[in-house]
T-cell receptor
Framework: GQQLNQSPQSMFIQEGEDVSMNCTSS?????WLWYKQDPGEGPVLLIA?????ELTSNGRLTAQFGITRKDSFLNISASIPSDVGIYFC??????????FGTGTSLTVIP | DGGITQSPKYLFRKEGQNVTLSCEQN?????MYWYRQDPGQGLRLIYY???????QKGDIAEGYSVSREKKESFPLTVTSAQKNPTAFYLC?????????????FGPGTRLLVL
């Protein structure tokens, strides 16, 4: 799959702080997916968004589908040590191809 | 529990040897995929299958082969023609194909060359 532009590339934050990351594309998407991957493990789906402007929460995680359909945002509130990992966005594009973000590496300092 | 299983977790390959990575899903999904992940890099598509007995090459299919004889199974063979096979391999599936699909991943297989 081709890559989406994801930022920031890495983040080092104190426990309890909020986190924001985003994904952008030059193309329109109908679905935005956010995953978390721990070292040596497969990605786990966190949130799926299917409608422009949609705001969806999963516990302390909140994701938004941008109204232009070319971007999406993920926020984590009150971070904890187990939030450490790599977060990446994805979306189905043509046919059965998925595009993936380059990933945001999150480190939470206790 | 529904999900995707991959085996083995770790696999060692000797020079000139073909090895096969297993991927099984009990989600009743039509579409299945194989990706390769290298350190610090994103996911690269090797092969995908939209339906049984059909599969298509992805971006980096050279040195790999697949089969899809059953809906729930999509094994990947890393052949001796793949000169740099050391990587983390991820299998994924989705209900169907199109612009509204959600993709689910297995736990991965790490392939190392002896």
């Amino acid at each position: 799959g081709q890559q989406l532009n994801q930022s920031p590339q890495s983040m080092f934050i104190q426990e309890g702080e909020d986190v924001s990351m985003n994904c952008t594309s030059s193309s329109i998407f109908n679905t935005w997916l956010w995953y978390k991957q721990d070292p040596g493990e497969g990605p786990v789906l966190l949130i799926a968004l299917y409608k422009a402007g949609e705001l969806t929460s999963n516990g302390r995680l909140t994701a938004q589908f941008g109204i232009t359909r070319k971007d999406s945002f993920l926020n984590i509130s009150a971070s904890i040590p187990s939030d450490v990992g790599i977060y990446f966005c994805a979306g189905p594009y043509t046919g059965n191809q998925f595009y993936f973000g380059t990933g945001t590496s999150l480190t939470v300092i206790p | 529990d529904g999900g995707i299983t991959q085996s083995p977790k770790y696999l060692f390959r000797k020079e000139g040897q073909n090895v096969t990575l297993s991927c099984e899903q009990n989600l009743n999904h039509d579409a299945m995929y194989w990706y390769r992940q290298d350190p610090g890099q994103g996911l690269r598509l090797i092969y995908y299958s939209q339906i049984v007995n059909d599969f298509q090459k992805g971006d980096i299919a050279e040195g790999y082969s697949v089969s899809r004889e059953k809906k729930e199974s999509f094994p990947l063979t890393v052949t001796s023609a793949q000169k740099n096979p050391t990587a983390f391999y991820l299998c994924a599936s989705s209900i169907g194909w199109g612009m509204y699909e959600t993709q689910y991943f297995g736990p991965g297989t790490r392939l190392l060359v002896l």
